[in-house]
């Protein structure tokens, strides 16, 4: 048998995968940086550093285990900066006859790796990358020609993989306990430092400088607090069960402006990296959660298995079902661009001020940080689903294109109309400044739907439903809504489409 060529891409980090179960002198692995995987996209610059340092250190690993591997460094001499280009390049110069490799994750990485096989004079094959609970296309399998329901599916895997329960029945005789999981930080819990890491990735920054990558955001690049490792994503995962988990279902769609990840795992990039699999951060959340119910709820436990279980599992096979369309859908036909401030965190609006701004300094917020306040005002101001789907994409270090645009484009923005979401998760101020401490000190009066200083949520919030009212009437869910609208008199409905008006027309100075 000649050389075979196995190529593994930077979110393809899974030291545990079968390919590597034995050392194989005709085996050669072939990881690269490249030009094209920069520019699809601008990216934030710790997103950039934690892929380059987390492949790195992948690829030595490899190779102390006595794998022989190809690196091309993003300043390579020999870099043709693209994944064909370096393909071909290994396949001529070293006589490869068969090439492999792992199912990409993203549709356009998948689409191009198949043309290449195409293109290749020699044997070429596939593999899974072992990571996932589901296949590609199990949820789509799953659903058929119903609609897509996360719960459903959440509860089916519950019972297919005997997670949380009790033979056929849930433990606690509850499948959810989302409703528990709604509460504003009281101050009753004591709040702990996340882990962070320690790195130099000077050089790093320094390379990608002198090769002109573009990128946004911060990063201190002589204390890179990012997992590099599987040995620090299993640290990360540990500290979570001991200091975090507790009280993490309690205060999961809590925000604070001096605690921003509260008690958050921050395990998503090491987990979309895959150098730790779900299963694994399942089966520790369980194991640690056997040995200490006196001290932690089920509620705690269920509402993170839910997120890493169902949510992730599921948003992946929304993925995977709808795709390429999904990624034109545009429900609303929204089309403004986004305020200049996406890129500064320089507005008057507490809420979106620290939530961008921290997205910029750390490449990372939490879930409803996304959501409920950046999203949520996205959605409000009739932003074009492409340039959110951009923003998102490049500025949160978790972020990959499966996960990404599943949670924009659909759960956050309702630009697919629904598939995944079952009405447009939208908000006033008064959820925000009930789920935060944003409000207090805010430029604007989070009480006021219109006049001086009124809070642009509020206004945003009503406009959005009035002008609407064709698309969305109809949908059981916000019924109440548009009850209330109707009982507005005309003159206060002009009022607040006047406000919304103002601000959408001004909106890089709000």
């Given at each position: 048998m000649g050389k075979t060529l196995r190529l593994i891409l930077g979110d393809q980090l899974n030291s545990n995968h079968s390919w590597f179960k034995k050392v194989d002198e005709d085996v050669i692995y072939v990881m690269m940086e490249v030009m094209q995987e920069q520019e699809y996209v601008m990216h934030h610059v710790q997103k950039i550093?934690?892929?380059?340092?987390?492949?790195?250190?992948?690829?030595?690993?490899?190779?102390?285990?006595?794998?022989?591997?190809?690196?091309?460094?993003?300043?390579?001499?020999?870099?043709?900066?693209?994944?064909?280009?370096?393909i071909k390049r290994v396949v001529n110069d070293n006589k490869i006859e068969r090439f492999e490799y792992l199912l990409s994750d993203e549709y356009r990485l998948d689409e191009q790796l198949k043309q290449i096989c195409e293109k290749l004079k020699v044997d070429t094959a596939s593999a899974d990358t072992e990571h996932f609970f589901t296949t590609r296309y199990e949820v789509k399998e799953f659903f058929g020609d119903k609609n897509f329901l996360m719960e459903n599916f959440y509860r089916s895997m519950r019972v297919k993989h005997q997670v949380l329960m009790q033979g056929s029945k849930p433990l606690g005789n509850k499948w959810n306990f989302d409703h528990d999981n709604r509460k504003k930080y009281d101050g009753k819990s004591p709040l702990v430092p996340p882990i962070e890491f320690n790195h130099d990735v000077s050089a790093l920054k320094e390379m990608i400088d002198a090769k002109k990558v573009k990128y946004f955001g911060e990063v201190d690049e002589k204390h890179f607090p990012w997992p590099l490792s599987r040995k620090e994503a299993i640290k990360l995962m540990n500290y979570f069960c001991e200091h975090l988990l507790p009280h993490f279902g309690t205060y999961e769609d809590a925000m604070l402006?001096?605690?921003i990840s509260l008690f958050h795992s921050r395990i998503s990039f090491a987990q979309n990296s895959k150098m730790i699999a779900p299963q694994e951060i399942i089966g520790k959340v369980l194991t640690h959660y056997n040995k200490h119910q006196h001290e932690i709820s089920l509620a705690q436990v269920e509402g993170y298995i839910r997120?890493?279980?169902?949510?992730?599992?599921?948003?992946?096979?929304?993925?995977?079902?709808?795709?390429?369309e999904f990624a034109t859908l545009n429900f609303f036909n929204h089309r403004s661009e986004l305020p200049?401030?996406?890129?500064?965190?320089?507005?008057r609006m507490n809420c979106l001020s620290k939530c961008i701004g921290q997205s910029l300094n750390n490449a990372w917020a939490h879930h409803i940080q996304r959501l409920m306040v950046i999203g949520n005002f996205a959605l409000l101001a009739g932003l074009n689903p492409d340039e959110v789907d951009?923003?998102?994409?490049g500025v949160y270090i978790d972020a990959i294109e499966w996960v990404e645009i599943t949670n924009t484009r659909g759960m956050s923005q309702f630009a697919d109309g629904g598939i995944?979401?079952?009405?447009?998760y939208v908000s006033s101020a008064a959820y925000i400044n009930k789920m935060?401490?944003?409000?207090?000190?805010?430029?604007?009066?989070?009480?006021?739907?219109?006049?001086?200083k009124a809070c642009p949520f509020n206004s945003l919030y009503w406009n959005f439903f009035h002008r609407n009212a064709d698309r969305l009437e109809g949908n059981h869910r916000i019924g109440m809504m548009y009850n209330i609208l109707k009982k507005m008199n005309r003159d206060e409905i002009n009022e607040i489409n006047k406000q919304a008006d103002i601000y959408l027309d001004a909106i890089n100075e709000l």
């Open positions: 550093l934690a892929f380059f340092a987390a492949m790195r250190n992948f690829a030595h690993q490899l190779a102390k285990k006595g794998h022989k591997v190809i690196y091309f460094n993003l300043d390579d001499k020999h870099n043709e900066q693209t994944i064909e280009g370096n402006q001096q605690h997120q890493v279980m169902g949510w992730r599992e599921f948003m992946r096979g929304v993925y995977w079902a709808k795709m390429p200049e401030w996406f890129w500064t965190g320089k507005t951009a923003w998102y994409l995944i979401a079952s009405k447009p935060s401490d944003y409000c207090g000190n805010c430029h604007y009066d989070y009480k006021k739907r219109t006049g001086e």
